[in-house]
């Protein structure tokens, strides 16, 4: 099963600032690894998948890089908007599908 | 628009059996690989079942194989997820999420039900 570890746990910035979250896995997931942006009472919602891909509405804000082991979720111009809990997932190798802990983004 | 509502969730006590719909509309069911994820109360995301888009192949966690089936109706667009010999640890929101339609193996999830709650409890 592969381990998906992010860091930080949790993450306080300012609007207007960018935000860096990573997410290490503990095997080669290549570039099979998503992101998707939690906030209260609501469901995940899809930003990234395939590493850098953007999923359909999500502004340009929100960038992926990464492949291999490490990855990295970049917000620019952070937005009261964008505070929630932030997962990466890896289809690599599945099943199980896994999950990262999530990091918290407090804005 | 797609929309998936999820239902079914209930206090259940240890031991006991539950199954969870997930109606979906605004896109071809038939041609959609679904999973099941859940979440634990303030806790992250596990990943619990899928299944293909035509019904034939069926994944499931070690957490919860042989307990749990996941299945589809494509003539009523609905998802299920039969849950029995359940624990205290299987006590958390469970969502139906639609799989992206992406080459290569594996899932990702573009489109996710609102959760419904199940509580294993005596």
């Known amino acids: 099963e592969t381990v998906l570890t992010q860091i930080p746990a949790t993450l306080s910035l300012s609007p207007g600032e960018r935000a860096t979250l990573s997410c290490r896995a503990s095997q080669n997931v290549y570039n099979y690894l998503a992101w998707y942006q939690q906030k209260p009472g609501q469901p995940p919602r899809l930003l990234i998948y395939d590493a850098s891909n953007r999923a359909t509405g999500i502004p340009a804000r929100f960038s992926g890089s990464g492949s291999g082991t490490d990855f990295t979720l970049t917000i620019t111009s952070l937005e009261p908007e964008d505070s929630a809990v932030y997962y990466c997932q890896q289809r690599n190798d599945w099943p199980p599908i896994t999950f990262g802990q999530g990091t918290r983004l407090e804005i | 628009e797609v929309q998936l509502v999820d239902s079914g969730g209930r206090l259940v006590r240890p031991g006991g059996s539950l199954r969870l719909s997930c109606v979906v509309s605004?896109?071809?069911?038939?041609?959609?690989?679904m999973s099941w994820v859940r979440q634990a109360p303030g806790k992250g995301l596990e990943w619990v079942s899928g299944i293909s888009n035509s019904g034939a192949s069926t994944y499931y966690a070690d957490s919860v194989k042989g307990r749990f089936t996941i299945s589809r109706d494509v003539s009523k667009d609905t998802l299920y997820l039969q849950l029995s010999s359940l624990r205290a640890e299987d006590t958390a929101l469970y969502y139906c999420?639609?799989?992206?339609?992406?080459?290569?193996?594996?899932?990702?999830?573009?489109?996710w039900g609102q959760g419904t709650l199940v509580t294993v409890s005596s």
């Open positions: 605004g896109f071809t069911f038939s041609d959609s690989a």
């Open positions: 999420a639609k799989v992206l339609e992406v080459p290569g193996w594996g899932y990702y999830f573009d489109y």
